[in-house]
């Protein structure tokens, strides 16, 4: 006797797509920040983004093989992406050691731990990254300069990001207009030849890897779209009120992990609503959090704090805005 079809219920819809597919098209649109990260960088860049892509590799490998029992998924291509945004989310001459810490605390705790892709709450990457930065606050905020020699990991100049510069110079009483010669330029922050995060540092090259993945339906244009949108209302209010104080809107959106944020962590299919309007409501919480951070906090980034506090409340937007049913049909009166 053969053995009974069983039929699930309908929609039945098959989009082309797969798992393996999607991570591999993220991990080409974030090719051209790991190029941007090399050109200004060097080897160190090159070494960190080797030695995280493996450490994430080989611990879920490892936890999946002994600790849970079941058959490893490192080639689907969730770990790769792991590894490379915990690379792109520290400096380029953090010793090896912490970034093999980073990553077992990523895959471990931000992933494993709750059971594998598609249960975690919270983005990897960012868990792994806030862990660093909080056990090793001095080597997370060692920023070293672009470098001239591009085969050497030493990194003789070290150096505030825009950000830092920015809070550092306003606690000491300068103004927006005597800082202004000192801050990099808008075109070096677009660019990247500016010290900070590998990923961070090239606004150009967050730009391009986001037009590819809108451009292959990987990501919607709700999250970044608000999240940058929400920042340069929120800055641009505030530059307003007081130009000597607050750093224009333009500034803010090319500092920093802003634009990293927006584009490939909050975007996390797993730690992001599922609903149009639930995307944009958690994008306006991203860039509400990560201004009140900046400005009034005594951090100069809050990117990552912000999309980690948003990711907390993914389940209860999820809630109050669900997606259409298939085939509902909207009731009169």
């Not at 053969?2 to 649109?29: D, E, N, R």
């Not at 059971?115 to 919270?122: D, E, I």
């Not at 660093?132 to 050497?152: E, G």
């Amino acid at each position: 006797m053969k053995k009974p079809l069983t039929i699930s219920y309908s929609p039945h819809i098959h989009s082309g797509q797969s798992i393996s597919k999607i991570m591999y098209a993220v991990v080409i649109a974030m090719l051209p920040m790991f190029a941007v990260s090399i050109l200004y960088f060097g080897l160190g860049a090159l070494l960190v983004t080797l030695v995280s892509v493996a450490s994430a590799l080989i611990f879920e490998w490892s936890i999946q093989k002994f600790l849970l029992k079941v058959k490893p998924t490192i080639s689907d291509g969730s770990a790769l992406i792991t590894g490379m945004l915990l690379a792109f989310n520290v400096p380029s001459n953090l010793p090896l050691w912490m970034v093999v810490i980073g990553a077992l605390v990523a895959i471990g705790i931000g992933k494993m731990s709750f059971g594998g892709l598609g249960n975690n709450p919270f983005n990897p990457a960012l868990v792994g990254r806030v862990f660093l930065l909080i056990s090793f606050p001095v080597q997370m905020t060692s920023w070293p300069k672009p470098i001239i020699n591009r085969m050497t990991m030493v990194d003789v100049q070290t150096g505030a990001t825009p950000l830092g510069m920015l809070k550092e110079g306003l606690k000491n009483g300068d103004t927006m207009s005597q800082l202004f010669d000192k801050l990099p330029t808008y075109w070096d922050m677009f660019l990247g030849s500016i010290g900070g995060s590998l990923g961070e540092v090239s606004a150009i090259a967050v730009i391009i890897g986001g037009i590819y993945l809108l451009s292959k339906k990987i990501i919607s244009w709700h999250i970044p779209t608000s999240i940058l949108v929400t920042v340069f209302l929120f800055t641009g209010i505030l530059y307003l009120t007081n130009p000597e104080h607050y750093a224009d809107p333009v500034f803010h959106l090319l500092a920093g992990g802003l634009m990293l944020g927006a584009v490939f962590m909050a975007t996390d299919m797993v730690t992001s609503p599922m609903s149009g309007w639930g995307m944009i409501i958690y994008g306006i919480g991203i860039g509400v959090i990560t201004v009140l951070i900046r400005v009034f906090g005594a951090y100069p980034e809050g990117v990552s704090f912000a999309i980690l506090i948003m990711n907390a409340f993914v389940p209860l937007i999820n809630m109050y805005f669900k997606p259409k049913r298939f085939g509902e049909v909207k009731k009169n009166g």
